[in-house]
C-alpha cells in the first residue's frame, strides 16, 4: 500500500489521482490495537490521524469536563466576564452585534438568550452585506446605543473595527468575542476576547467565534456564582447551548481535533434532542430524521442558514434561532429554504463562468486564482470560491464587482494562509477592506487594483504553484466486499465526528463488479448499485448527485469491466433496522 499512487490510479473517472494517507509505521497501529484492546483496523486508522495511546480515551469520547480549557487563559476573558456580570446584576440592556454567516448567528443566538435568561434585555443587530459590509458599522453601534444599550458586545467580528468603535468612546463599553486574525494592537475597548490576537497565549487558535462565546459564557456564570447571583435562582446548563457551537464549528470548516471535537461531539447530541424550535424547523425541512451528523450540519443546515445573509435579510438566520414558537420557527425554516434554492441559482451561473475562467488562469501560471467580474452578486462569491479551490487544488478569490468596487472572499488549501496574504495586502495599500484566517478571507478593492493585488497573491504565496493541479483522494485502506458489513461500518463511525482536520475514512473496495443498478431519488439524481467482490459477497453502494460522466456511466453498467470502488462504508438505520452501505464518491478501472 505504499506505492507513490494507491492501485496505480493518476487519474480515475473523476479525474483524481489515487494516494494513500500519510501513515505511521504499521506496528505503530497494531499496538495501539493490542494495547488498548481494539481491531487491527482502528488501531491503523488511529494511528494514521496522530492519535497516541495515552489520547484514545479522549478522542473516542470526548468531554466537556475533561477538555474545557480554564476560560481566563484567553486575554481579556476575565475582564469581559466581570463587565458582563455588572450588565446582568443591574438588569441593563445589553446589545449584540453579529456577523450574517452561520458563525455569527450561533455566537448572537448563544449569547442573547443566555443573556435573557439571566434577565438582561437584550438588543441585536446583524449588518447587511450589501449596504453595510461586513463587521462593525459606526451608524449601528449608534443606534444600539441610541436605543439603550450601555454594553456592546459583537461577535465573530470587531477585531479591527478601530474606526466603528472609536466614536462610541464615552457612550457604551464593548466587548468583542471573536477569532479572526489580529494584525497589531487591539481597538481601545473594554476588552477585546480573540484566541488570536497577538499577545494571546492560550493555544485556542483554532477555534470558532461560537466557541470563544461558550468559553465566555462559562467565565460570565463563574463570576455571577462568585458574586451569589444564583443563591436564590435556577443556574441556565450551558451545555444545552453546545448545538450552537456544534454548528458554528462544522459551518466554520474549524479542524476537528482537541477541543473542537469534543464541542461537535457533545453538541450533535444536544441537537438530536431538538430542544431548540429554529435546528428542530430546519432538521425538518431538510427531511432528516435520523440522529444529526457533522456532515448534515455542513451541507444540510449551515447553507440554509447562510443562505439569508448572502441575499436576503441578514438576520432571518438568527432570528430562526432564537424562535420559540414552533410555528414561527417553521416558517422561519420554510423561508430559508426556498431563498436557499435562489442561492443555489444564482451560484449556478456564476459557477460555470468562474470555472472556465480559473482554467485560463492556470494556464497561464498563476499559482493563486483570482476571479472578478460586473453583475457577479458578493454574497455567492465565497460559496464559488470553494467549489473553484476543490476543483484546481488552489487557493481562489472570487469577486463581484459593482461601480467600479470588487468585494469578493476566498478559500485556500491546507498549508497556504490565504488570511495572513490578504491581510499583508490591505496594510500594502492594495485593498480598502481585507482580513480572515488562514482558510478563508474576505476583501474589496478597487477595480483598476485588482491585477497588483493579484500578481502581490502569486508572489506571497509562491507556495501554491507547485500544487499539483490534479486533486487528491486520500485512501485509508482496502476492504473486502465480503468482510464490509454493520459492526465494521459502526466501529468506523466511533473515529467520528468528521470533517475537516479529521477526514472520514476512505476506503476501497478493489475489483467490483455492478451486478444490479437502479435509478432513484429525485429526478433519479442517485443510482443503486449491488456490487460483487473479487472474494464473492455483496454489497449495497450508493453514488449521489449522479446525472451525467464517466462516474455515473460506469455504475449504470451492469456486467461491465471490474471497477475499483473507493468510498464511505456507512451503518444506516431505517424503521429500527440497521444495515451498511458504501458510499461512492469516485472509481477506476480496475
Not at 132 to 144: F, I, K, M, S, V
Not at 282 to 297: F, G, I, N, Q, R
Request: aromatic residues 4%; proline residues 6%.
Amino acid at each position: 500500500m505504499m506505492d507513490d499512487h494507491a492501485f496505480g490510479i493518476i487519474s480515475s473517472l473523476t479525474g483524481k489521482r489515487w494516494v494513500w494517507r500519510p501513515s505511521a509505521q504499521e506496528r505503530v497501529g497494531q499496538g495501539l490495537a493490542q494495547s488498548l484492546g481494539l481491531p487491527e483496523l482502528m488501531g491503523r486508522l488511529l494511528a494514521a490521524r496522530g492519535v497516541s495511546a495515552e489520547h484514545v480515551p479522549d478522542f473516542l469520547t470526548p468531554t466537556l469536563r475533561a477538555m474545557l480549557p480554564d476560560p481566563s487563559s484567553i486575554v481579556d476573558m476575565d475582564v469581559a466576564a466581570a463587565r458582563l456580570a455588572d450588565a446582568v446584576m443591574a438588569g441593563e440592556t445589553v446589545a449584540v452585534f453579529g456577523d450574517y454567516d452561520v458563525d455569527g448567528a450561533c455566537s448572537a443566538a448563544l449569547l442573547v438568550t443566555l443573556l435573557r435568561q439571566l434577565g438582561c434585555p437584550v438588543l441585536y443587530h446583524v449588518p447587511d452585506r450589501i449596504t453595510e459590509g461586513y463587521g462593525p458599522n459606526a451608524n449601528a453601534l449608534r443606534g444600539l446605543a441610541e436605543r439603550g444599550a450601555g454594553l456592546i458586545i459583537c461577535v465573530d467580528c470587531g477585531t479591527a473595527a478601530h474606526e466603528a468603535f472609536a466614536p462610541l468612546h464615552n457612550r457604551a463599553d464593548i466587548l468583542v468575542f471573536d477569532h479572526h486574525k489580529a494584525e497589531g494592537p487591539p481597538p481601545p475597548i473594554r476588552a477585546m476576547v480573540n484566541p488570536n490576537r497577538l499577545d494571546c497565549q492560550s493555544g485556542l487558535t483554532n477555534i470558532c467565534a461560537a466557541g470563544v462565546t461558550f468559553i465566555g459564557a462559562v467565565a460570565l456564570l463563574r463570576a455571577l456564582r462568585q458574586k451569589g447571583f444564583f443563591a436564590d435562582r435556577p443556574e441556565p446548563d450551558l451545555r444545552d447551548f453546545l448545538d450552537l457551537v456544534a454548528l458554528a464549528t462544522v459551518c466554520d470548516v474549524m479542524p476537528l481535533t482537541g477541543l473542537n471535537r469534543m464541542f461537535v461531539t457533545q453538541g450533535l447530541r444536544v441537537m438530536a434532542k431538538r430542544a431548540r424550535p429554529g435546528i428542530a424547523a430546519l432538521l425538518d425541512v431538510a427531511k432528516l430524521s435520523d440522529a444529526p451528523t457533522a456532515m448534515h450540519c455542513g451541507f444540510a443546515l449551515g447553507p440554509r442558514i447562510n443562505a439569508a445573509g448572502r441575499i436576503a435579510e441578514a438576520d432571518m438566520g438568527l432570528r430562526l434561532l432564537l424562535a420559540e414558537d414552533e410555528g414561527m420557527a417553521a416558517e422561519l425554516a420554510q423561508a430559508l429554504d426556498s431563498v436557499n434554492r435562489q442561492r443555489q441559482a444564482v451560484e449556478a451561473g456564476i459557477t460555470s463562468e468562474a470555472m472556465a475562467e480559473a482554467a485560463q488562469q492556470l494556464a497561464a501560471g498563476h499559482g493563486v486564482i483570482l476571479l472578478a467580474r460586473d453583475g457577479w452578486h458578493p454574497g455567492v462569491v465565497g460559496i464559488v470560491a470553494g467549489r473553484v479551490k476543490e476543483k484546481f487544488n488552489r487557493p481562489a478569490l472570487v469577486a463581484g464587482i459593482t461601480e467600479g468596487l470588487a468585494k469578493g472572499s476566498g478559500r485556500s488549501v491546507p498549508g497556504i494562509d490565504l488570511g495572513a496574504a490578504v491581510i499583508a495586502a490591505r496594510q500594502s495599500g492594495l485593498l480598502a477592506t481585507g482580513g480572515g484566517h488562514a482558510m478563508a478571507a474576505g476583501f474589496s478593492a478597487p477595480e483598476a487594483a485588482l491585477a497588483e493585488f493579484h500578481s502581490f497573491l502569486n508572489q506571497r504565496l509562491a507556495a501554491a504553484v507547485d500544487l499539483p493541479q490534479m486533486p487528491e483522494l486520500v485512501l485509508d485502506g482496502v476492504l473486502g466486499v465480503g468482510g464490509a458489513d454493520v459492526a465494521l461500518a459502526q466501529m468506523v463511525a466511533r473515529l467520528g465526528p468528521f470533517g475537516a482536520g479529521n477526514a472520514e475514512p476512505l476506503f476501497v473496495l478493489p475489483r467490483a463488479r455492478v451486478v444490479k443498478s437502479d435509478r432513484i431519488g429525485k429526478d433519479g439524481g442517485t443510482i443503486r448499485a449491488m456490487v460483487e467482490g473479487e472474494g464473492g459477497g455483496r454489497l449495497k453502494t450508493l453514488l449521489f448527485r449522479a446525472k451525467q460522466g464517466p462516474l455515473a456511466e460506469a455504475l449504470d453498467r451492469v456486467g461491465g469491466a471490474p471497477l475499483h470502488l473507493a468510498g464511505y462504508l456507512r451503518a444506516e438505520s431505517w424503521q429500527g433496522r440497521v444495515s451498511v452501505g458504501f458510499f461512492i464518491t469516485d472509481a477506476a478501472p480496475a
